[in-house]
């Protein structure tokens, strides 16, 4: 028999993890460290190559054949490079904040199922690292850890830009991990349990994308939020705060927050995929007509496509939407995707209410998700499209040398030449001209 031998299809049970030898299990946590970093190069390579070709560009194409070492390249670049420590910087927190951005990233991982229970040198495991009966908020702790290493380090640094970053990037993690929990209690609600091996099992024979949408719409948006990626960018908004929290880092640190960023990528659409579609199950068109599609080593592969057409997706958004200004980021946060996260667990909680007297709500459910999506995107949209609070325009410079209300279109901007206002007192004139201003005479009041 072969060392990796299929097995006959079977769920993994929560009971069943925690009784692989050490060898095993030092395995699966070499296998998952090493596949997270190979897709975190793999990633750079397609990130690069397809915003190349949206952009009209060529893209990486001189390290390795198409390029594809080029995020090696870059490792061993960053690797090699100078690591500046400022002068005025806390340095033990300087240094720790890199690691509590990355180890948390590395840890979220080990609860994603990857395939079924298989045979690996004669022993029954399954293809995940372990499994919790709280797995998933497991995920939601170590996403809140690595918070700190953006903010330690945004306020270790002693830079004005580089704390502004840390801060923005704590309300904006607080704001969009509240609306990221609420969906999924939907999930937890209709599986019965957080186990992510358990509500892989449950959805063998509906995803929950089709049961849940409103849920799987509002986590794609937070995740885009929690991966700090444009539209969402906003901690590392270049053109305002120069680089963001790690605008002082060098060499192997910064690169330990470019590592975390893309695990942090791959760790939001595993976990999308285990809570939406079906994990490692295949889809509906190759699990009907081939009955083995889901045993053996075969759920591998339709885990990592869709992995790989979440990742895709994130690309395919940083080449296309520009970045959002700040206050368009806390409002759909806070005043879109909380209400309706709230709103849609009532109706669920309702809708589970009825099925568990007998009633038979499928047809309900479905129709009532598709309802619930179209008021979302909706709403989404009408936030986003919308100018200033209350829907009025932003306009540049408005407020100033005009007799308009300050916040006429945006916040308020206090007129710059109040003064010259008719009645007000000679004290407040300010000088009109050079001649005024240097002789000391008092300006003519402007009727």
Do not use: C
């Not at 990130?47 to 560009?57: A, Y």
């Not at 395939?115 to 709280?134: E, I, K, M, N, Y």
């Not at 009825?354 to 309802?371: H, K, L, S």
Request: net charge neutral; hydrophobic share 50%.
């Amino acid at each position: 028999m072969s060392p990796l031998a299929a097995a006959p299809a079977a769920d993994p049970a929560l009971q069943d993890f925690g009784k692989d030898p050490w060898w095993l299990i030092g395995g699966k946590v070499l296998v998952i460290f090493a596949f997270l970093v190979v897709t975190v190069l793999l990633t750079m390579w397609i990130e690069r190559r397809v915003i190349g070709r949206m952009q009209l560009r060529v893209g990486p194409n001189r390290a390795g054949p198409f390029g594809l070492l080029q995020g090696l390249a870059d490792g061993i670049k960053l690797a090699l490079k100078e690591d500046i420590v400022p002068r005025q910087v806390d340095k033990v927190v300087f240094i720790l904040a890199p690691v509590m951005a990355a180890v948390p990233a590395f840890i979220s991982f080990i609860v994603i199922p990857f395939g079924p229970t298989v045979s690996v040198f004669g022993h029954q495991t399954a293809l995940q690292g372990t499994d919790l009966p709280v797995a998933v908020l497991l995920v939601l702790a170590m996403s809140s850890m690595g918070i700190y290493g953006v903010v330690l380090a945004g306020w270790s640094s002693m830079s004005p830009y580089s704390l502004l970053g840390g801060l923005r990037s704590s309300a904006q993690m607080i704001s969009y991990e509240i609306a990221m929990g609420l969906s999924f209690v939907a999930v937890f609600m209709f599986a019965g349990s957080m186990s992510t091996s358990e509500i892989v099992a449950e959805q063998h024979d509906t995803w929950f994308v089709v049961l849940l949408a409103p849920s799987f719409i509002v986590y794609v948006i937070t995740m885009m939020g929690e991966s700090n990626r444009i539209p969402f960018d906003l901690p590392e908004g270049e053109g305002e705060i120069v680089g963001g929290f790690h605008t002082e880092y060098s060499s192997l640190k910064f690169a330990m927050f470019f590592l975390a960023e893309y695990i942090n990528l791959t760790t939001l659409a595993a976990l999308a995929t285990t809570l939406f579609l079906g994990g490692w199950r295949a889809p509906a068109p190759i699990s009907t007509v081939w009955a083995g599609a889901n045993s053996g080593w075969w759920p591998v592969l339709w885990f990592l496509i869709k992995i790989f057409l979440f990742i895709f997706f994130f690309i395919w958004l940083r080449g296309t939407l520009p970045r959002v200004r700040y206050d368009q980021l806390m409002r759909l946060g806070w005043k879109v995707l909380i209400p309706v996260s709230l709103g849609w667990i009532l109706l669920v909680a309702a809708i589970r209410a009825f099925r568990n007297e007998g009633y038979d709500m499928q047809q309900i459910v479905i129709v009532t998700a598709v309802v619930a999506a179209v008021v979302l995107v909706a709403t989404v949209v009408w936030e986003m499209v919308r100018g200033g609070e209350d829907g009025k325009e932003i306009v540049p410079g408005a407020g100033r040398g005009t007799q308009e209300p300050a916040d006429a279109g945006g916040f308020p901007v206090p007129p710059l030449d109040a003064p010259h206002y008719h009645g007000a007192p000679a004290s407040q004139k300010v000088p009109t001209s050079r001649k005024e201003a240097t002789s000391g005479t008092q300006p003519t009041v402007r009727a």
